[in-house]
């Protein structure tokens, strides 16, 4: 792990250095706050630090203070060294963002065992940081097919029609159902449903740019937000519609060929007043058509 020695002490900062290396540290070691506090704005910063309080430009306390108001989910964890011991000094180095705070002189067991605490506090942390992250994607995706749930996908719709609102470029709204989906599911069982919902997503994922959305909209229907000239729309639905149907799906050494309809409109302000419920009953009608006139096909509307 890297950490951050902070010490204008030449002798200090080359003892630290040299005994943390020796606990299996990354020394990065710095002669004051400013230096410092450039090596906490680069990429990548330490999140152990050591600092000592007395130093030139930027001391220990105000360097607390700084990296404090930089805003993160992950933040450092700061040992103040000083030889100030007073109960006042020890409130006011923890009060300006220190976590933790060792009066010089302090052996080195002392050193080590504080650093071991922050060690375990960073590691919570980052777990707790894991588990906020995990329960936003559970909240936000479909659970089989990773794809955006059906809230999540109807609010990126909805953030989408304000953003095209204010630019020039259309958006285009695609309701897309895999065909005779419910032959698949009654011939094969469910668990083969599930796989071809899961292959289907993956191939979405595929085809699409970095910047369109996709999400399961319910059952066997996946809603598709793109933002593109009215020249490429087309071609950016035919790529989706290909890249399903150009190779088998396989199930259990059963090959099963799946292909999908879709139903597109184009939403353009400031002539287009349709609000999201009036956008998808018209992309809708058109998979309804697509459907009817043989599937495997893109109706625009």
């Not at 011991?85 to 409130?91: E, H």
């Not at 997503?201 to 970095?210: K, T, V, W």
């Not at 000239?229 to 799946?258: G, N």
């Amino acid at each position: 792990m890297k950490l951050l020695i902070a010490e204008d002490d030449l002798t200090s900062r080359t003892i630290l250095t040299a005994v943390v290396h020796k606990w299996g540290y990354e020394p990065i070691a710095v002669e004051d706050g400013a230096a410092a506090l450039q090596v906490m704005q680069a990429d990548d910063p330490p999140r152990l630090l050591l600092i000592d309080w007395e130093m030139p430009v930027i001391n220990g306390l105000a360097l607390c203070k700084h990296i404090r108001e930089q805003e993160s989910s992950d933040p450092p964890y700061i040992i103040l060294l000083t030889s100030r011991s007073s109960t006042d000094d020890i409130v006011a180095g923890l009060e300006g963002g220190a976590s933790d705070y060792i009066c010089k002189p302090f052996q080195n067991a002392e050193l080590n065992a504080r650093l071991q605490v922050g060690n375990r506090m960073l590691d919570l942390q980052q777990e707790l940081n894991n588990a906020k992250e995990a329960m936003a994607f559970q909240a936000n995706h479909d659970a089989l097919t990773g794809l955006f749930n059906r809230r999540a996908i109807m609010e990126a719709m909805e953030r989408e029609l304000e953003r095209t609102k204010r630019n020039t470029q259309p958006l285009y709204i695609g309701m897309c159902d895999i065909d005779h989906f419910k032959t698949v599911n009654d011939t094969y069982g469910h668990l083969a449903g599930d796989a071809i919902l899961q292959e289907v997503a993956r191939r979405f994922n595929a085809a699409l740019r970095p910047y369109d959305l996709v999400g399961r909209y319910g059952g066997e229907e996946f809603l598709i937000l793109l933002n593109s000239d009215e020249s490429h729309v087309q071609e950016l639905f035919e790529r989706i519609r290909k890249t399903i149907e150009a190779e088998a799906f396989v199930y259990e050494q059963e090959s099963l060929q799946v292909t999908i309809s879709c139903g597109v409109t184009q939403f353009s302000p400031p002539k287009d007043k349709r609000n999201a419920t009036e956008l998808l009953a018209t992309a809708d009608t058109a998979l309804y058509e697509a459907k009817k006139s043989g599937r495997n096909k893109t109706i625009f509307n």
